[in-house]
């Protein structure tokens, strides 16, 4: 017969918990792993896809070679012979190094007016030649008729790719451009360059020399035309003059002017001496008698004062000692009286000569305004010519100025077009270059690669989430039936990979169950223990015999596998386990055992003979691997529902209930057939066995209300298919089995 479990070791249930922690999600880094894990074969065939259409990119595409030459504007001094005054472009940043003009200059580089020309001269000039074929993707474009072989087509289509990809840009921080362009042709490529920068040098050059020669020719053009109207000016300046009878001193005014000039000088000098006067005569007169001699500095009044002053301190210090009718003081009295006499008429003296000069200056200011006046009068008799005479002045002085001027500029002008304008010179020509430039075959396949990665990551992502929202209405996690059925978890089995030899060579993988390695089988054995643990934990006097109906909500549930491991498990601990077929539409776990076709349950029900220990024991059959007795589903009927109805499927079970430690019976899926419900009223209770990833949650509730309504007891639940691997709580599993290998 086929083994279930391999024989286990002689080693103690162990008693550690498994569950889940709570409130822990998966970081993104975990989760990220997990979903690339699974889906590693689509992220590499999107992989492999990114690579494929990267070489196929590679040989549809023809190789294009670059080639760069740098040229350095170099500037203009724009104050060298004074070019500023003759060159229109100077002063404007025309000729100046800044990024400003560097990028104008960017701009007519690539322009179609300067390009235009270039493209025409080689295809005129150059000769046809295919470009250089090697390396393997060259091998591959000519095993595949991609190459053209016609050499000037090849040669039009590489000046044409030239024109298309020519690039100028400022090297930053320099004053360097940099013309670059990609063809098919290496020759080309570098001869485009060289031929656009020699050109925009010759027309950089040209552009200033025609500048400077349109000047000259307009700077000759006005000095032609200023002489004439000159030398217009001139004449009817002179016939003004012969004609006016106006005398003119000099060459800017008339005598009138000349003798007017002279009078407003003399009258303005009066004036002043007039004001000054007047200011003199009336600080003296106003001014307090002991301050008069410093102000006209007059000795005769200062030695008065003096003098007046001695006597009366004198005078004091005698009054400190007599009285006012002393002698003494009497006779100082008198000489102050005589003083103060000759200082008042000094003063007076003073201040009338004082008038005496501010009167002689009013006369002469009198006099000299007079002779302004009748001056005035004559200029104003003439203002009408001497105005004609004025304007016709001034335009002979501008007219004189602007030949000079123009004289000047035009001889600047003419030397400012004979000096050289090399602004912008070449600082490395441009060389054919034997290395390819695009597509560069390292950089397409990894950017395929990195895109197929990428791409294949999303679909994964995308994938992922939508197997997650589809499974997020189903039994995922450990726990989920206790919270959701309120029913107890009797424990969790881990899912086991599918075995790659069997993988490898096409050959069904029946039973999900089975150990694929060392580890995988301990994890298995170990979540029955568990199993088995619940069961004799929640009811204690397990020693008579049970009798439980292992069943699932829909098919594919792995309830047989669970019902086969389950008795194995159970045989471990020394009960006498009897496994019962009563899947009469699909007996599983006859072929598990190798015993299809055998006869079994549907022969007990069908048949009239007495059910007896005696008789049973006929059609019990006994793997000594597995330490199990199996009876059979029989012959497949049509009269199930009256069979499991009958009154000997009750004797049966009584008949088994004696022989047995632990019956297990496996029946059909409680939702889509009656037969679990039949002999879940007869027996002890209903494992439901639970698929994870795969059991929906409305399915499960409605199984749990079925039982409940046919007040059927349910022992717990199993959760199957469990992949302990994507959760951190059941990694021990892992752990553990590392460790007993």
């Keep these: 017969m086929t083994t279930i479990l391999s024989k286990l070791p002689s080693v103690e249930v162990p008693s550690v918990s498994v569950q889940q922690e709570p409130g822990l999600p998966p970081s993104l880094l975990v989760e990220v792993s997990a979903t690339l894990r699974c889906r590693k074969f689509l992220v590499l065939a999107c992989v492999l896809a990114g690579l494929t259409l990267s070489t196929a990119i590679l040989v549809v595409t023809p190789p294009r070679y670059l080639a760069v030459t740098t040229l350095e504007v170099q500037g203009l001094n724009e104050n060298f012979m004074n070019m500023t005054a003759v060159d229109p472009q100077a002063g404007t940043g025309a000729y100046s190094p800044n990024s400003l003009n560097i990028e104008t200059q960017i701009r007519i580089v690539e322009s179609g007016s300067l390009r235009g020309p270039v493209v025409d001269r080689m295809l005129r000039e150059t000769s046809p030649a295919l470009p250089p074929q090697t390396g393997a993707i060259a091998q591959l474009r000519r095993f595949l008729h991609l190459h053209n072989g016609d050499a000037a087509e090849s040669t039009r289509q590489a000046i044409a790719v030239a024109n298309e990809t020519l690039k100028a840009k400022n090297i930053l921080g320099t004053r360097i451009i940099a013309l670059s362009c990609e063809s098919t042709n290496p020759e080309v490529s570098a001869a485009f360059v060289n031929a656009l920068a020699a050109d925009y040098i010759s027309q950089v050059a040209e552009i200033h020399s025609l500048n400077a020669q349109k000047t000259s020719q307009w700077l000759a ?142 006369k002469r200011e009198t006099l000299m305004s007079s002779a302004y006046s009748g001056e005035a009068s004559t200029i104003a008799a003439q203002s009408g010519k001497m105005a004609q005479y004025g304007m016709l002045k001034r335009e002979v002085d501008i007219l004189r100025l602007s030949l000079n001027s123009i004289l000047q500029q035009t001889n600047q002008a003419s030397i400012a077009s004979a000096l050289p304008a090399d602004s912008v010179r070449i600082v490395d020509p441009a060389g054919p270059s034997g290395d390819i430039a695009s597509p560069v075959t390292a950089t397409v396949l990894s950017e395929g690669a990195a895109g197929g990665c990428v791409l294949g990551g999303a679909f994964a992502f995308v994938i992922e989430r939508r197997r997650r929202r589809l499974q997020a209405r189903k039994f995922a996690d450990p726990g989920r039936s206790s919270t959701l059925l309120n029913i107890r978890e009797l424990g969790v089995i881990p899912s086991i990979e599918e075995p790659r030899s069997q993988r490898l060579l096409g050959i069904p993988f029946t039973n999900r169950l089975l150990p694929a390695t060392p580890e995988a089988g301990f994890m298995l054995k170990e979540s029955f223990r568990m199993i088995v643990a619940s069961l004799v934990r929640q009811n204690e006097s397990l020693d008579h015999p049970q009798l439980v109906v292992v069943t699932s909500p829909g098919v594919g549930e792995g ?183």
């Design 559 to 741: 309830k047989t596998t669970i019902a086969s491991n389950l008795a194995r498990a159970l045989s471990e601990i020394g009960r006498k386990v009897l496994l019962v077929n009563a899947d009469l539409r699909r007996p599983q776990l006859d072929e598990l055992f190798e015993l299809s076709g055998a006869p079994g349950l549907s022969q007990v029900l069908s048949s009239e003979q007495s059910i007896d220990a005696a008789y049973l024991s006929g059609l019990i059959r006994y793997d000594a691997e597995a330490a199990v007795h199996l009876l059979p589903a029989g012959a497949m009927t049509e009269q199930i529902a009256r069979l499991f109805y009958s009154s000997r499927m009750q004797l049966v079970l009584e008949s088994l209930r004696k022989q047995f430690d632990c019956v297990l019976i496996d029946t059909p899926p409680l939702l889509h057939f009656a037969e679990a419900r039949i002999l879940g009223r007869m027996t002890d209770g209903v494992i439901l066995v639970l698929r994870s990833g795969s059991t929906e949650e409305s399915s499960a509730l409605a199984a749990r209300q079925m039982l409940a309504e046919d007040r059927i007891t349910l022992v717990g639940a199993v959760l199957n298919d469990f992949k302990p691997a994507e959760k951190n709580a059941y990694r021990a599993y892992h752990y553990y089995g590392e460790s007993a290998r």
């Design 221 to 362: 053009g006005q000095l032609e035309q200023t002489k004439a109207k000159l030398e217009q000016a001139e004449a009817k300046l002179a016939d003004f003059v012969q004609k006016s009878g106006v005398p003119v001193v000099g060459d800017q005014e008339t005598l009138a002017d000349s003798k007017m000039h002279v009078l407003q000088g003399d009258l303005a000098a009066l004036k002043a001496e007039t004001i000054t006067r007047k200011t003199m005569l009336d600080k003296v007169t106003n001014a307090p008698p002991e301050a008069l001699p410093d102000i006209v500095q007059d000795a005769d009044l200062k030695s008065y004062l003096s003098r007046m002053n001695d006597l009366k301190r004198e005078r004091a210090v005698l009054l400190t000692k007599l009285t006012p009718e002393h002698t003494k003081v009497k006779d100082l009295d008198v000489q102050l009286a005589v003083l103060q006499t000759a200082f008042d008429k000094s003063r007076e003296n003073v201040i009338a000569r004082y008038r005496g000069d501010y009167d002689e200056a009013v």
